[in-house]
T-cell receptor, first 115, second 115 residues
Framework: EAGVAQSPRYKIIEKRQSVAFWCNPI?????LYWYQQILGQGPKLLIQ????????DSQLPKDRFSAERLKGVDSTLKIQPAKLEDSAVYLC?????????????FGPGTRLTVL | AQSVTQPDIHITVSEGASLELRCNYS??????LFWYVQSPGQGLQLLLK??????LVQGIKGFEAEFKRSQSSFNLRKPSVHWSDAAEYFC?????????????FGAGTRLAVHP
């Protein structure tokens, strides 16, 4: 089966610019996650969707980050405006359901560099 | 507070030598436990997981991990390391109940393999 797809793979922008990342989860997976992985750290969950509803966005910096999953399939994560500290790899993952223990399958990530 | 500690930032081993990567966690109850591997430019791949039962779990690529409740540890082992095992390894914990599936990751251990 096809894995989690993400694009672009790399993005370089200047601070205060906007950027958007796209994720297409594994077919049939109802739950979609966005993680931020800063260099030297483990991934940190930003937001979790169940179908097109938000389950957890407690660690999403809502003043500049937004995410949507309008039709319960693809998702977009946006940063506006970007800051230097947003430089990181943004990982998308998906799982069949939202219950604890559901295996999360990860995409290759988008590496963002903010200059 | 929920957390995962991987005490070793970098480990270097010779090819053919044995390997043990340490992981300790702090959680309200016994969580689900995972080990993921991340090769350069790749997403995270699940190596193995512990849900319940036998405390010694087998994973892919010849890896195994042992859950020790008394020590809140879930160390990853491999009897003979191959050069292709060079990567970054992440330990993660997740909830066993509740309507969400938030993984908490450690900071990772980068493994280098000498020929």
């Amino acid at each position: 089966e096809a894995g989690v797809a993400q694009s672009p793979r790399y993005k370089i922008i200047e601070k205060r610019q906007s950027v958007a990342f796209w994720c297409n989860p594994i077919s049939g997976h109802a739950t979609l996650y966005w993680y931020q992985q800063i260099l030297g750290q483990g991934p940190k969950l930003l937001i979790q969707f169940q179908n097109n509803g938000v389950v957890d966005d407690s660690q999403l910096p809502k003043d500049r980050f937004s995410a949507e999953r309008l039709k319960g399939v693809d998702s977009t994560l946006k940063i506006q405006p970007a800051k230097l500290e947003d430089s990181a790899v943004y990982l998308c993952a998906s799982s069949l359901g939202v219950a604890g223990g559901q295996f999360q399958f990860f995409g290759p990530g988008t590496r963002l560099t903010v200059l | 507070a929920q957390s995962v500690t991987q005490p070793d930032i970098h480990i270097t081993v010779s090819e053919g030598a044995s390997l043990e990567l340490r992981c300790n966690y702090s959680y309200g109850a016994t969580p689900y436990l995972f080990w993921y591997v991340q090769s350069p430019g790749q997403g995270l791949q699940l190596l193995l997981k512990y849900f319940s039962g036998d405390t010694l779990v087998q994973g892919i690529k010849g890896f195994e991990a042992e859950f020790k409740r008394s020590q809140s540890s879930f160390n990853l082992r491999k009897p003979s390391v191959h050069w292709s095992d060079a990567a970054e390894y992440f330990c993660a914990v997740g909830p066993t109940s509740g309507g969400y599936n938030k993984l908490i990751f450690g900071a990772g251990t980068r493994l280098a393999v000498h020929p």
